[in-house]
């Protein structure tokens, strides 16, 4: 029983790691405020001394994606926004199939996957990791206009902004090219194609923002050194504000309505958790009650079957002597060999045991 109890406690035990390792880096991202890795503000400030500006890394090439040349009237403004800032910036719209020759081209060993995503988001998510990858520059949302100039930004090998509730966004990003963070990102992206059912929670954690907060926090654990860390643009610094790179526009259209639910879960993560963690208590006392009485079960059966002879077997639950002649063994033996009394002969005090089938006088 002892041995038993034990092995249970060992697989629930594993199942707990291997569960929690799988969702480690989720549940890491709920306490993650990314100050450790954010750009000091000082540095990106209008007033900033020209001390405080970094030499460019990051090549002057502004990304954007659309899935053609004709740009929605209500993104135009946002769009001409960082242009008209940014005259000596390369700039680069990437259609859909611009994105799909260059795939085929520069990188045919995900062109299936390329193909094979269900939501056209996934196609516009991928291919800014990897023109960021191959070609380096700044990659932006068309619904993120441009508030002031980016050149601040090009000081840093790897940058993406913070987003809430928790993690990071992939609205705007800048990268030298081979990065290895993108390099990461990129050799990634087959390995977490997968559908959860809901559309959103699919794009988000296959492509997403969700993804590649993940991967942002395992690259972090391995502590690059100062010169390929991914470095954090803070709320104030990425948007909203007077002296902010970015403002909004209109967009998100690929959001379904299962992104409310989601939004509503992001705002109650708190309470998530606690009926998470009470949900698998429970189920776990469940578990222990119903193996429980499968073992208690299991003894007295064998207990049982080895005594049907009136040997006792070799057995680990069977308790010495615990074969001991009695009621119970007799009619076990009787049992065993087919030729019980009838109710008649029981009745009467007597047996005459009838002789068994086969077996000859």
Known sequence: MRRKTAVFAVIILGSVLLLSRSV?????????????DSIPAG????KAPSSNIRSPVIPKIIH????????????????????????????????DEMARNFIATHYPWFLDSFDGYLYPIQRADSIRYFVLAHMGGIYIDLDNGCNRRLDPL???????????????SNDAMGSVPRHPFFIQVIQSLRSYDRSWLLPYVTVMYSTGP???SVLWKEYMRTQPDEADRVRVLMSDEFMNRQWSFFKPYPGSSWHKNDARVIFWMGDHWKLLVFCVVAFLGLAGMCLWMV???FILLAVRYRH????ISGIPLLSPLSPPNSCSPGKATLRGRERYFKFAPTDEEEQGGFRSFSKPPGLDD
Do not use: M
């Not at 993104?75 to 259609?95: F, G, V």
């Not at 790897?158 to 928790?166: D, Q």
């Not at 049982?304 to 005594?307: I, L, Q």
């Open 24 to 36: 480690f880096t989720l549940i890491t991202l709920l306490f993650e405020d990314a100050l450790a």
């Open 43 to 46: 540095d990106l400030s209008l």
């Open 64 to 95: 954007q994606t659309f899935k053609s040349d004709s740009i929605p009237e209500n993104w135009k403004e946002a769009q001409q926004s960082c242009r008209n800032l940014h005259p000596d910036y390369e700039y680069i719209l990437w259609t």
């Open 154 to 168: 090009l000081g840093y090998s790897a940058w993406v902004p913070v987003t809430e509730p928790t993690g990071i």
């Open 210 to 212: 969700l993804f590649l």
């Open 291 to 293: 193996y429980s009485k």
């Open 304 to 307: 049982e079957d080895t005594c």
